[in-house]
């Protein structure tokens, strides 16, 4: 049997891989899969976040060009282009998308991510990344102005000298004003953590606020969370 | 031992007509140039990446030479580019003489020959155009995958064929090569087709870490050691050491590998018992490994003196320290101990060089420093110097980059511990993503005298010319 062909191909090759798959794979889903999957327009209907609000505002002309009126459904187009772009240009291969419960995280950040956060569209494939080049951004939205990320996304270094962040500047149009994908990846980024209450300016190093450690009363924590993910936006 | 546990039988004998009806020679040599084809492009992709890191990227402001999408062409031009191309040239090499019959058909394997580089060209252009895919190591573009799907399952019917025509007892590199071919075309379509389509949010992320530690341990691996089976015992004419220990070392590998997964995932949302399992999987593996890895030297005892006169056999036993040194230490920084640490950090980014470079690497570049000369029918390297050049830049290179990554590593997640701010941090990598662009400079230099010599080997091949010198540890040609 162990040196057989059909000992190979169907207990090594098949069985164990299907096993590997149910244990690692399948469990993990039916876990899970209670919980509904979000699209993009049912986030939107949440409600619009300050800032995309405020491309529209500050870029009247260009916004209604690109995505029309200040709508969810705008939203909705926003956000998915934006998260397109997010993966073209590979964003998450240097900014993850999850706190985690340890190494002061949460100090950091903010809220350790909960597995609700991922039920929806936006994240599948899922963005948690495996690596951090610059810092993760799950906490980010209204963190920084839009005005910030337009100088950014153009020169990173003209904000962040240190930064080792590649320029974009094919998101903007040659008044440096952000064309479509501008608006659509910074709609995204300023979306990404919209739905927690609060979280520390880890940028300046002001950690005055850190979320309480998920040690004691975790699962308290984590439905206070959850809560929050519904009722916000 | 039978003949057959003894090592493959010799049929190919030295007269490349003589072997031609059992093995396409030129189909092995078109998987090897392409191979090191993809291989330079993917380097040099690499190499300007990291200059990223200092602050000094040379196409900046080009969006499809944006630095993000180049790492990509690195990542997915070396696992599909390089190490799939070269393992094909290594199976249509190998499998024909384990089984004594050939490939299904010979046209089928020229049309996988020039479909299989469409979908590595489709998938760079795809890349660099931002198709990508949220799939980290499978970001080839969506329109590309069930292309791929079929050029594998069309491997699979050319490969299995012999195998199933053969009667007798196997030898153990194809029990790696049959159940190989299953486990890749099944991790391909699950890394690649799951979480796009079925399978969402914090699950995904467990599908999506079975396909990356998969693509590794499922697809790369094995045919490695497939190919280490048979190349071994050939060049030291001497039977594997235990016939024991190489079914445990496959078992092991067969039951535990696919078990690790979610060990990418570790602290996220996925549930915490999950990532106990893969990190227990994990370390069993790192044992399995143990085991092949004696075997392998237990082999060698006697014939130790090969390492210094024989190149391929010290590119794949070197290779081999460096896969037992990967595995321990992922049997460390799987433990949530060091994952607090090192996560996120550019440890792991050492560890994804040592595997990739330092072992498959390393044993695809000793397969090709024994094939060549006798694939363009030289009889000996153009220089022997040159390929002793190779080697050492590219082990010298190696060790400096993974010893530099790691304690880029262990700064970078000691410092985020420390929760300094996030721009200093930058400012203490530097001088390790300096190094570290020195040390893959280094090891792209080798690629080149590698490509300089084999140029010059084949034009020598060509033109019938007499060798003299560079056969003692240039790839002895005695088959």
Excluded at chain 1, 107 to 135: C, D, K
Excluded at chain 2, 127 to 154: K, S, Y
Excluded at chain 2, 234 to 261: D, E, R, T
Aim: net charge neutral; glycine share 10%; hydrophobic share 50%.
């Amino acid at each position: 049997m162990f040196e057989s062909k059909s000992g190979v191909l169907v207990i090594a090759g098949l069985a164990f891989f299907i096993f590997a798959f149910i244990v690692m794979g399948a469990l993990p889903w039916t876990i899970y899969k209670d919980q509904p999957e979000l699209t993009a327009l049912e986030l939107a209907d949440r409600g619009l976040t300050h800032e995309f609000v405020g491309l529209a505002e500050q870029f009247p002309e260009r916004f209604a060009e690109y995505f029309g009126d200040v709508t969810p459904g705008a939203f909705a187009e926003a956000l998915t282009l934006g998260r397109d772009v997010y993966v073209a240009e590979a964003c998450w291969h240097c900014h993850s998308q999850f706190v985690r419960p340890v190494a002061r995280e949460d100090i950091r950040w903010g809220p350790v991510a909960h597995a609700r956060e991922y039920s929806n569209e936006l994240q599948r494939p899922v963005l948690f990344g495996t690596r951090r080049v610059g810092p993760d951004l799950s906490r980010e939205a209204g963190r920084r102005s839009n005005d910030w990320h337009i100088a950014h996304f153009y020169d990173p270094t003209s904000v962040v000298p240190l930064s080792v962040m590649p320029r974009y500047t094919w998101f903007f149009d040659e008044n440096r004003v952000p064309n479509k994908k501008g608006m659509a990846v910074i709609s995204f980024v300023q979306w990404l953590g919209c739905w927690v209450d609060e979280y520390p300016y880890y940028e300046e190093g002001l950690y005055s606020n850190p979320a309480p450690m998920p040690s004691a009363g975790a699962d308290d924590e984590l439905a206070k969370h959850g809560d929050a993910v519904d009722e916000k936006a | 031992m039978t003949t057959i546990a003894a090592g493959p039988p010799r049929v190919a004998g030295l007269d490349r007509a003589e072997s031609l009806p059992l093995v396409n020679e030129r189909v092995v040599l078109c998987y090897f140039v392409a191979s090191f084809t993809f291989f330079i492009i993917a380097l040099l992709a690499g190499l300007a990446y990291s200059l990223t890191f200092l602050q000094s990227y040379p196409f900046a402001g080009i969006e499809w030479l944006s630095p993000g999408r180049v790492r990509m062409l690195h990542t997915n031009g070396l696992a599909y580019g390089f190490i799939a191309n070269a393992f094909l040239g290594g199976l249509h090499w190998a499998v024909p003489r384990l089984t004594l019959r050939s490939v299904l058909s010979d046209k089928l394997s020229w049309l996988i020959f020039v479909v299989w580089q469409l979908i590595v060209l489709s998938t760079a252009v795809g890349l660099l155009a931002g198709e990508a895919q949220a799939v980290e190591w499978g970001e080839t573009p969506v329109w590309i995958d069930p292309v791929a799907v079929l050029g594998l399952l069309l491997v699979g019917a050319n490969m299995l064929t012999p195998v199933i025509r053969f009667k007798g007892p196997m030898y153990v590199s194809l029990w790696y090569f049959i159940a190989a071919l299953v486990w890749t075309a099944l991790t391909y379509t699950m890394g690649n087709f799951f979480p796009q389509y079925w399978i969402g949010g914090t699950a995904s992320g467990a599908i999506i870490g079975l396909f990356i530690h998969d693509l590794v341990g499922l697809f790369v691996t094995p045919i490695g050691w497939g190919l280490m089976y048979y190349f071994v015992p050939i060049i030291l004419k001497k039977p594997i050491w235990s016939h024991g220990l190489s079914l445990v070392g496959f078992w092991g590998l067969a039951f535990f590998y696919p078990l690790n997964g979610i060990h990418h995932f570790l602290y996220t949302p996925i549930p915490m018992f999950l990532q106990h399992g893969a990190i227990l999987a994990t370390i069993a593996v790192e044992l399995v490994v143990t085991t092949v890895i004696v075997n392998f030297f237990a082999t060698l005892r006697g014939s130790g003196d090969a390492l210094r006169t024989n190149l391929p056999i010290r590119w794949f036993y070197v290779g081999m320290v460096f896969y037992f040194t990967t595995c321990l230490q992922c049997a460390f920084q799987v433990t949530l101990t060091f994952q607090r640490i090192i996560h996120f950090s550019d440890w792991v980014v050492g560890h994804a060089h040592l595997v990739m470079f330092g072992v498959f690497g390393f044993w695809i570049l000793g397969m090709m420093t024994y094939l060549f000369p006798r694939l363009v029918g030289a009889s000996g390297w153009y220089s022997a110097k040159l390929n002793s050049w190779h080697f050492w830049l590219s082990a010298i290179g190696m060790l400096v980059m993974v010893l530099d990554l790691t304690m880029a590593g262990l700064v970078q997640g000691f410092a985020w511990d420390a929760l300094m701010i996030w721009e200093e941090t930058l400012r203490a990598s530097t001088p390790f993503w300096l190094v570290r662009t020195y040390a893959g400079g280094a090891m792209i230099l080798a690629q080149f005298l590698f490509l300089y010599n084999m140029v010059k080997t084949a034009s020598m091949g060509r033109n019938g010319a007499a060798v003299s010198g560079g056969i003692v540890s240039g790839g002895k040609i005695d088959v």
